[in-house]
């Protein structure tokens, strides 16, 4: 009798499929944004041909998905670290939403994906993940924060075996059969919406305060917030939702629509919708009621950035908040981004790569054969003579305010917070150290990927490239 090993790749795709069986029975509009996607995908196809899959083949971007879930506590943010690990999902990157929004959002978050391109190419299933930052005092009093750290304490979101199954994928690359089932099985439960009832009073005293932090710390478990489907032309998806009557949130988060290469990340969600949900009230009486506290969402991503480019990506945000305050009543953020993108960022890939804005891998053009060169040859001129053809390396990350925008969207209110007080510290190191895993930092990777390829490039020419601008 033989028995079958699921890899880190296995176990990684059929997770995001689990995960999407049960959030489209949990939110079955869910299972209508998923169509429309593969609708706007389809007819992107057909109308643009190969260049279509320049940022992915089809087959990668329509089993794309991101999902997001939120912890209350250093422990289950380190526990649910060892989860993700055993299917072959790192921390990567730090995101602090809770300056990022005019809302109440305590939370700093993370980001588990693969790390390694080929392991990216067989599914790049990732999981934004988010830790209440409850000792923040901008947010939580001090008898909030104990009471929230007494509740947190109180309650077990990853069990023994789960976490013993997890610790033995990551460390074995994988899970024969029956383990690789069960481990599925109990990874795929613990994000489960859970039928227990919700404490009435200390849920709706925490909604004051932040409906982020009361659908962490104010309920027994974990679960989906969101899962997220990837498109190519996500303007298309929104006008498609709209007309099937579902309601979006206001905007695209993220850069705006326009005639040049798409860069980072782009994201929009329908309005969270109305869910029931039991609670047990100070009697003891248990009583239905409904939260709106889930939403779907949907991306479209490109290029990803280098230091430079994300500096003149910032430089540019600024400025669309410049001018759009000092634009005439009812002109769109939409509106004032188109005009500032077309005047600063270049309008082809070639020119990103150029000036060093993006990253990209280069490929040697029908591999000339090697010569030697003493004087390092640019990066500028084997593009420009056709000798390296720079690919684009897609954006596996996310984006701070885009995630807080979307966040916002999807609140009732925008809760409280005094901004009088000083707010905790956390960086990425800080973050690494609750985690008890060093979180890479996704510039870092990229670069990487490019050096490789560069690299890889030299020795096929036989000569050495200068990446200076």
Do not use: C
Not at 137 to 165: A, K, N
């Amino acid at each position: 009798m033989t028995t079958t090993e699921l890899t880190l790749s296995d176990l990684r795709a059929d997770f995001a499929l689990r995960l999407a069986t049960l959030y489209g029975n949990e939110v079955p509009a869910y299972n209508t944004l998923v169509d429309v996607s593969k609708e706007v995908n389809e007819d992107f196809i057909r109308k643009n041909g190969a260049d279509a899959e320049r940022l992915g083949s089809i087959e990668r971007v329509t089993a794309e998905r991101h999902g997001a879930i939120r912890v209350g506590s250093a422990r289950e943010l380190a526990q649910v670290a060892r989860v993700f690990a055993g299917f072959g999902m790192h921390p990567v990157g730090f995101y602090d939403l809770r300056d990022a929004s005019a809302s109440s959002v305590p939370v700093v978050s993370t980001a588990f994906r693969p790390i390694d391109a080929a392991e990216l190419a067989k599914n790049p299933f990732r999981v934004f993940t988010s830790m209440l930052a409850h000792d923040d005092r901008r947010f939580f009093d001090e008898e909030t924060q104990q009471q929230l750290e007494t509740f947190l304490d109180s309650r077990t979101l990853f069990g023994e075996e789960l976490l013993s199954l997890a610790d033995r994928s990551a460390r074995d690359g994988g899970l024969e059969e029956p383990d690789a089932s069960r481990f599925l099985d109990l990874a795929t439960a613990a994000f489960e919406l859970s039928q227990e009832p919700v404490d009435h009073d200390w849920y709706f005293k925490l909604e004051k305060i932040s409906a982020v932090a009361a659908d962490i710390g104010g309920v027994p478990s974990t679960h989906i917030n969101h899962l997220t489907p990837r498109v190519l032309d996500i303007d298309d998806l929104y006008a498609r939702m709209e007309a099937r009557g579902i309601t979006m949130i206001d905007e695209i988060q993220g850069p705006p629509d326009w005639d040049g290469p798409d860069v980072l990340l782009r994201q929009t969600s329908f309005k969270a919708l109305a869910e029931e949900r039991r609670f047990r009230h100070a009697g003891g009486e248990v009583r239905t009621g409904s939260l709106r506290v889930r939403f779907g969402e949907v991306e479209q991503r490109g290029i990803a950035l280098t230091a430079k480019g994300r500096d003149l990506y910032d430089r540019l945000v600024a400025e669309v908040d410049a001018r759009r305050a000092g634009a005439p009543a009812g002109t769109t953020r939409v509106e004032v981004a188109e005009v500032v993108w077309r005047e600063s960022l270049p309008a082809t890939e070639h020119e990103l790569a150029l000036q060093e804005l993006a990253f990209f891998t280069y490929r040697v053009a029908d591999a000339p054969a090697p010569q030697t060169q003493t004087e390092p040859a640019t990066l500028r001129a084997l593009v420009e003579s056709g000798a390296l053809i720079p690919e684009p390396i897609v954006y596996e990350d996310f984006l701070p305010r885009s995630a807080a925008g979307i966040f916002q969207s999807n609140l009732t209110d925008d809760g409280s917070r005094d901004d009088d007080q000083e707010g905790t510290y956390y960086d990425i190191e800080r973050l690494s150290e609750v985690i008890g895993i060093r979180i890479s930092d996704p510039t870092d990777l990229y670069a990487a990927q490019q050096r490789a390829s560069l690299s890889a490039a030299e020795t096929a020419l036989g000569l050495r490239i200068s990446t200076d601008a």
